[in-house]
């Protein structure tokens, strides 16, 4: 079974147990996805209403594309820990001969890979989530403008959390490219991600 079609108890409860996955990964993912619905949901209580007419066919841009970035992050979840799987099962491996042994390091760096590409997909949907969700201020129901703050700082746990995962595997990884490239084009993600967060947290408070 997929962990999105767990009920919340029973995903938090093979989250908080013994089990290697889901991991930090899938948190980071569910905290984006629920991020970005809160954004679709203040679109939802926002478009053909009299008093925001004027910003409806922008609302309705703001709905599709979190309509669609809710679906992307919900797929993460699930993505993120068949990532760590794919690392876990390099150590079935055989590793009696040399053949066998340098078989399960490339396999491994392969699958390292993976597991660092999964979370850096990630934080690209979650840059992308907060772009959408600031569009929406100032046009949207102010009754949920509160919703838009919070659908911010989901995000921005998401981001800081993909972020995490990205490291803890370029750490050991041996490729210097795709660790120069993915560290580089990583804080950059991190750092715009964190400012539009920062920016809509602090246009909400002006109006809550």
Known sequence: MKLVELTVKGFVDV?????????????????????????????????????????????????????????????AIDED?????????????????????????????TALQGAAESPFHMMKLMVNALEITKRAIGKSNTNAASDLGVAALNLKAGLQGAWLNVLINLSSIKDAEFVAQHREEGETLLAKGCALADEIYEEILKVV
């Open 15 to 75: 989250l908080g147990s013994d089990a290697p996955a889901p991991g930090g990964g899938s948190a980071a993912a569910l905290a984006a996805a629920m991020g970005i619905s809160l954004t679709k949901m203040v679109c939802e209580l926002t478009i053909g209403k009299k008093k925001y007419a004027e910003f409806e066919e922008d609302m309705k841009l703001v709905f599709d594309e979190s309509k669609a970035l809710q679906k992307h992050l919900l797929d």
């Open 81 to 109: 820990t068949e990532a760590f799987n794919a690392v876990s099962a390099v150590f079935d491996m055989p590793k009696e001969t040399d053949n066998e042994k340098a078989a399960r390091r490339a396999a491994m760096q």
